[in-house]
Each structure stands twice: as structure tokens, then as C-alpha cells.
């Protein structure tokens, strides 16, 4: 056998090899399963907490101020009606003493009276009250998605809900979303 010959022949069968490797490795391309069915799907949710500030109006009541601080007004209705009535008591020197009597008793009375009201007169007012509080909501941040794969369950996770399958790709599943279509 000649050189050209034993060339031919060892370049012939590499060219086989590769050939036959080629055809291996696309026949197991062509029956890769191309899609994985998806079993179930588990929405995953976290809470979220937004703090808000929350206002209302709240009716307040404070003391009315006082427009007579030493209350004289009292003093002297009490003091008048104490003298009236300590006159009415008594002849000549007995009734001056309970005139004046009555009458020191009357505006001591009568300025105890007016303190106490004074004391009572409330103004009532509206006031703001606000506070913080802190509100709880749900957010869905993707999905648990158990799928089966050439008889094998598996679970991955997934930001968008699938469908009925999941695609594979080199034989792992994709769980990248899907490119949004365009609409006429």
C-alpha cells in the first residue's frame, strides 16, 4: 500500500468518527424532551408593613377662663344676702353684730360658691390627635412550581406563573419569563 492510499484511509475513518459522533450527539438533541409539565404551582407570598400616620379629631375639654380671678362678685352677693338675712335676727346691738355677722359669712359663702363654679365651667374644643400605625398587606414575590421531567418530579422557583409547561433547555428547565408577546 502506498502513502496517498494510507492517507486516504486514516482521513476516511477519521471522517467516520467524527460523522458517527456528530450523529450520536444529534439524535440525543432531537429526543431531549423540549418541555417540562408542570405539576403544581404554589404562589409565595411575604407581608409587607407600610407605616402610616393615622389622624382624628378628638373633643377636648379644659377649664374656662376665669373673668373674675378674685371673685368679688360673689363676695359681694354672698356678703349682701348673709347681711340681709343677720338683720333679719335680733334688736338693737345684737342685730348689728348679726348683720355684720351674716354678712361676713354670706360673702365667704358666696365666694366658695363661685370658686366651685368657676371650677366646673369647662370650654370644650376640637383637637388633631395623630399616630403611627402600621399597616400589613401581602405581596407575591414568585412561585414554587413542581414540574415533571422524563419521569422525574422536581421543584424550582419562578417569577411568573407558568403554564401547563416549563421549557428545557440542554436538558435543565428554564425558569427565566417568558418574552412578552406583541398584539395586533
Do not use: H
Not at 128 to 144: A, D, I, M, P
Amino acid at each position: 500500500m502506498d502513502k496517498s492510499m494510507m492517507k486516504g484511509i486514516a482521513v476516511g475513518g477519521l471522517a467516520m468518527v467524527v460523522l458517527g459522533a456528530s450523529g450520536v450527539t444529534g439524535y440525543k438533541a432531537l429526543t431531549q424532551p423540549k418541555f417540562a409539565d408542570v405539576v403544581a404551582v404554589k404562589e409565595i407570598n411575604e407581608t409587607v408593613v407600610t407605616p402610616r400616620e393615622r389622624c382624628e379629631n378628638v373633643a377636648v375639654q379644659r377649664a374656662a377662663p376665669v373673668k373674675d380671678q378674685n371673685r368679688i362678685a360673689g363676695t359681694v352677693v354672698g356678703g349682701l344676702a348673709g347681711g340681709l338675712l343677720g338683720s333679719a335676727v335680733g334688736n338693737g346691738t345684737g342685730k348689728t353684730v348679726a348683720t355684720l355677722a351674716g354678712a361676713a359669712a354670706g360673702g365667704y359663702a358666696g365666694n366658695q360658691v363661685q370658686k366651685n363654679m368657676q371650677q366646673k365651667d369647662v370650654v370644650t374644643t376640637s383637637e388633631q390627635r395623630c399616630r403611627t400605625v402600621n399597616e400589613k398587606s401581602q405581596k407575591l414575590v414568585g412561585y414554587n412550581v413542581t414540574y415533571r421531567l422524563d419521569g422525574k418530579d422536581g421543584t424550582v422557583r419562578t417569577s411568573f406563573k407558568p403554564g401547563a409547561t416549563l421549557p428545557v433547555k440542554d436538558g435543565e428547565v428554564v425558569t427565566t419569563p417568558p418574552a412578552p408577546t406583541a398584539k395586533s
